[in-house]
């Protein structure tokens, strides 16, 4: 039986060909995304944290007193007790531009656990030492000046000292910048008397549970008190595996329907061959047997090459994610995991699809089954829509139902997918019915033959539109929600302010207190202010405000006055008149102690703050969130800001470039779900380009007798692309209309967001859609084409 297996496999390479490259994808993509995470993780697992315990405050406003380490020295099972004053400090490099991740840029001070290379340790605070690796990729040198930014302030310092370290940060390439300890505190802590945590190692005997037991006996109820383990969770790597292993079961899902299509085709173009064999005494079992044999060769060849490539995937993975930028990661080219479940995968996608079909060849009688093109009953299809109609309904309205509770459309999706998916023949004989009389105006004969073929064996049909429909679906269910935001985005960059150049610190940075000074100096900027958020508690609620420049906001933020005046807003509030409206204030009450509304106003539409205060009663420590600037020559003054700042962690930007800028960050992550997504439509084009390229093969001997009746070979082509045109856009159809509900429905739960349909895009997959139709049929209709007439007229195949 396996004898016959490989025989029929090499007799069929052609028509095997395809489904082993859409498996070899899909186990790819999982084997690639499992042996990148083990690697990531077994690179991180060996940054193992210095210490036992870590005291660190319940609330970040509140500090660790420098008196309790002295306390902690004596705690019973205490062996080492390290203070940590611990922030953001970001590297610049000799090019003006930061040095690693921001996100992973961390400031330290600097104690016995930093191992000096070069150098030796920094002494006040003009002086730094930073991680070798660090200095290795900048370039720098003990000696050398650098400069590095803390709390939104450019700081230019020698660098005294080049240190290694087992630090988190540094393993995912980010910096490590290390200060003396006063300097450490003034920078990091809340007060120069304290840390921003405590370190403590276990001494030798006592467990990290029973010192962190003992610890939390000590120290107030202000402070946590966690174990090294407990402060260790799952780093980004882990979320990247699972985010690829999502897109790669997406892929899988789409392979089956190209496997058990082509086992389907297979099946009935040799119907002969397997009523052979039953005739000569072979019972269905060996039957089923043997076609899920030639399955089982199918999926070890798909699972051993998928593998391979994905050795070659999971190396590349660092340079596409950028996950960590440090130190190269050694591959694992050979893990358990990945291994297993590249089997699984391979071999059980591949044997589950073509099960169905096997019984199927298995389950026809030697007599019937000389017969060939047996087309399935009308009473199966019928069975089939029913079942498809009841579940594309349920789908549907647990999808709508999504609009009230998310959680609904986690489980309406798959399901009003499946329903589709199970109902493509029954949209496959409404589309070509409606089709047929434009097909013919449009192309004539060659038209009405490519629609009648194509309604020729709906299940089939609708099994290759079912692939594609998948991928378009999930295309068009993550790009409704993105345009939604993306518009809403857009709209609310009308911030309801008249500045012409706005200054905002990158994602992890501030915005330093020297700012606003240095961009009042550069020449051409006419009027400056801040907008400081500020937070006012109002009983059990919270007041909104912006604290501002008091002299020059009303050049910036269009106010109508409606009772009171903004004179006087250096020494009170001025509320909006919808807040003054909900808490009855009139002009003298008192917000809050000391804080007594002077103004109320009505702002300009998009001004998202519900109160003015003086950016000096903002709460210590707390920088602006933006710098709005009026100038006339807005081009030319933002060249002097950015010159004056000299700080890359700030983005200066015209009103026009900020507006443009929004919405970027989120076409970066719909261009990466197209990427992902693309391996699934890719394996839906291979499912077009194997049912033409096998319905070609069935179909040698009409195509012979449409040739030997006046057919040219061009005629011929066209009404193949015609048929793969036909089911590309049957797919499209069904998987834009699937994927726009679902997305509209997401967005239409999160409330304040109308939803957007991108027509440009939309359309846009409907074209690419029909490319990939002429696309697939090109090969299959060029051998059709090639083939004489009478070698055609006397095949055997209908």
Known sequence: MLRMAVRSILANKTRFLLPTVAVMLGVAFVSGALLYGASVQASLDRVRPDFSVQVSPYTIDKPVPAELVGELRGVAGAGEVRPVADGRAFVVGKNGSLVGPPGLAGGVNFDAHLELVAGQAPKGAGEIAVDDWTAGRAGFKVGDQVRVVVDGNVRSVRLAGVFTVQDARVAQGGTL??????????????????????????????????????????????????????????????????????????????????????????????????????????????????????????????????????????????????????????????????????????????????????????????????????????????????????????????????????????????????????????????????????????????????????????????????????????????????????????????????????????????????????????????AVTPLTPVSIGVGRTWLDAAGVDTATIARFVSVKVKSGSLDGLANGIAVSAKEADVHKWTVGTSVAPGLPIVAIFDAAEGFRYDALVSASRAETGRQPSTVLVKAAQADSVRAGIQQALDNPTLVVQTRAEYIESVGTQLDLVLNILYALLSISVLIGALSVVNTMTISTLERTREIGLLRAVGLGRRQVGTILRLESVIIAVLGAVAGLLAGCVVGAVAVAGQGGIPVVLPWGRLGLFVVVTAAIGILAALWPARRAARIPILTAIQSDTE
């Open 177 to 526: 910048t290390a200060f003396d300890d006063a300097t450490a505190r003034a920078l990091f802590a809340k007060t120069p008397d304290s840390y921003t945590a405590i370190n403590l190692t276990a001494a030798p005997g006592t467990t990290d549970a029973a010192l962190a037991a003992n610890v939390r006996a000590v120290v107030s109820k202000d402070l946590t008190v966690d174990t090294a383990a407990e402060i260790r969770k799952p780093g980004a790597d882990s979320k990247l595996t699972e985010i690829l292993l999502v897109f790669a079961g997406v892929a899988l899902f789409v392979s089956v329907f190209l496997v058990a299509n082509t086992f389907t085709m297979l099946s009935a173009a040799r119907a002969r061959e397997h009523a052979l064999l039953r005739a000569v005494g072979a019972d269905r079992r060996y039957i089923l047997r043997m076609v899920l044999a030639e399955a089982l060769l199918l999926g070890v060849v798909a699972t051993v090459l998928g593998y391979l490539l994905g050795i070659g995937g999971a190396a590349s993975l660092d340079a596409l994610f950028s996950v960590s930028d440090g130190p190269p990661i050694p591959l694992q080219v050979v893990g358990v995991w990945p291994v297993v479940a590249a089997l699984g995968v391979g071999i059980g996608v591949t044997v589950v699809a073509a099960y169905v079909p096997a019984r199927r060849a298995a389950a026809v009688p030697p007599i019937a089954a000389l017969r060939t093109g047996l087309p399935p009953s009308g009473k199966s299809l019928r069975r089939r829509n029913v079942t498809g109609l009841v579940v594309a309904l349920a789908g549907a309205a647990a999808v709508a139902g999504g609009a009230e509770s998310a959680d609904l459309i986690y489980l309406g999706a798959p399901l009003l997918l499946l329903g589709l998916i199970i109902l493509t023949p029954l949209f496959s004989v409404w589309l070509t019915a409606l089709l047929r009389r434009p097909m013919t105006r449009i192309a004539g004969v060659r038209g009405t033959l490519a629609v009648e073929n194509t309604r020729r064996n709906p299940r089939r049909t609708g099994t290759t539109a079912g692939a594609l429909m998948i991928g378009l679906s999930i295309c068009a269910a993550v790009t409704v929600p993105i345009a939604s935001v993306n518009a809403e985005d857009e709209r609310r960059a009308d911030t309801g302010d008249s500045a012409d150049i706005r200054v905002t610190a990158i994602d992890f940075a501030d915005i330093g207190a020297e700012t606003v000074g240095k961009i009042a100096q550069v020449p051409g900027v006419q």
